[in-house]
């Protein structure tokens, strides 16, 4: 049985109109070449167009037989001769500008099933509106009162609340679902994200926890694309924001009442706490956990796997559990390194003397018995 191919280029590019794209400097010999598609550097043929971003590559960039490669100019040396290199300033970026343009169906989800329009076994409430291009997929459900506009897909078996409202040209993947919401244009929301669901609100006590209702919304801006499985909760007595062109991957939870800023990029398994905000441009490494109440500066960054529990400031570099400043804590993990070194060497030495005294104390007290 062959193998599937999911994505088949839009177009087969030349050369030319790929130096073109990325403003990278191409001799006219190379120019009718024609790529007719794209693959990682070391498994690159001599039709496929490659990049290198990372130093970790060069040596398998030497033996790469692409037929080009995208590459920044400190690298283009490393080229081999059989392979055009085409110098750019940003190689990934470059590289997605091209992906996009001969891939573009993979920018966004489509219809599992092919569908045009909205699907007879889909259930669209009388009175929701959809605007012409709305694509609705089997099992979908739009409750009454949702607004969805042009060139948005709702996926199979996704669910969309009474009074949603979503924008243009967005996708909410298979099995999602989108309650208390204002979604802009652009969004892209994958499968199993739960958007708009109650915040952990509870009122603790001796004779129990009483619920507190959750009356706040999620307002997602545009541009915003949540990765699978990843849970936004409605905001318990104000909204739940996600700035525009805020970037989340897979398996994030984001609690009630959190403010994100513009351009944001939060990775895998992070958890933020209720009530939390992040100012612009900040980056969580994957599994960061940020306690409830705190502000994240504009342009932090802080490392994977770290623990916020103050608030860090506007361009900050942060590590560590608890996380503090990054040249902090490399000096921290310095000093037990080599005090643990220190320690296991001395434990070993002191219980080589140890012995030895002991041992001479078993046979003097043996022989002064004897």
């Known amino acids: 049985m062959p193998d599937p191919v999911f994505f088949e280029p839009a177009a087969d590019l030349t050369l030319a109109k790929v ?13 009718d070449k024609f790529v007719r598609g794209l693959a990682a550097v070391d498994r690159a043929k001599d039709d496929e167009l490659t990049f290198l971003e990372n130093p970790h590559y060069l040596e398998a960039l030497s033996r790469s037989r692409a037929l080009a490669c995208l590459v920044a100019e400190k690298n283009a040396a490393r080229v081999p001769e059989a392979v055009v290199a085409l110098v750019v300033k940003d190689p990934y970026r470059s590289f997605a500008r091209v992906a996009g343009a001969m891939f573009p169906t993979a920018l966004r989800l489509t219809s599992i099933c092919g569908t045009q329009g909205v699907s007879p076994s889909s259930h669209v409430d009388a009175t929701a509106r959809l605007e012409a291009g709305v694509i609705v997929d089997p099992g979908a459900v739009v409750g009454p009162g949702a607004e969805i506009g042009s060139g948005t897909l709702i996926a199979a078996n ?66 915003v694309e949540i990765g699978a499985n990843t849970a936004i909760d409605r905001g318990a007595n104000r909204d739940t924001m996600i ?44 599994h960061v956990g940020v306690v409830g109440h705190l502000r994240i500066g504009a342009g932090a960054q802080i490392a994977g796997a770290s623990n916020i529990k103050d608030n860090v400031p506007a361009g900050a570099r942060w590590g560590g559990t608890p996380a503090k400043p990054i040249r902090e804590w490399f000096r921290e993990m310095q000093v037990l390194a080599i005090s643990a070194k220190r320690w296991k060497h001395g434990e070993r030495e002191g219980l080589g003397a140890t012995s030895e005294k002991g041992e001479g104390r078993t046979r003097g007290a043996g022989s002064g018995k004897v």
């Not at 073109?20 to 010999?29: M, Y």
């Not at 739960?194 to 919304?217: E, L, S």
Request: glycine share 18%; net charge neutral.
């Open 243 to 286: 700035g525009e062109g805020t970037k989340i991957d897979n398996l994030v939870q984001i609690a009630h009442n959190v403010v994100i800023g513009r351009h944001c990029v939060i990775a895998g398994q992070v958890g933020i706490s209720g009530s939390v905000t992040l100012e612009d441009f900040v980056v969580l490494a994957g």
């Open 19 to 31: 130096a073109a794209l990325v403003g990278a400097p191409l001799k006219p010999e190379y120019g």
């Open 158 to 223: 996704a669910v969309i609340g009474p009074s949603v409202r979503i924008g243009r040209d967005c996708s909410v993947g298979p099995g999602a679902s989108v309650t208390h919401a204002l979604i802009g244009n652009r969004v892209i929301l994958h499968a199993g994200v739960r958007v708009g669901q109650d915040g952990f609100g509870f009122a603790m006590g001796p004779q129990g926890h009483a619920k507190v209702p959750q009356i706040g919304r999620v307002i997602i801006q545009d541009d």
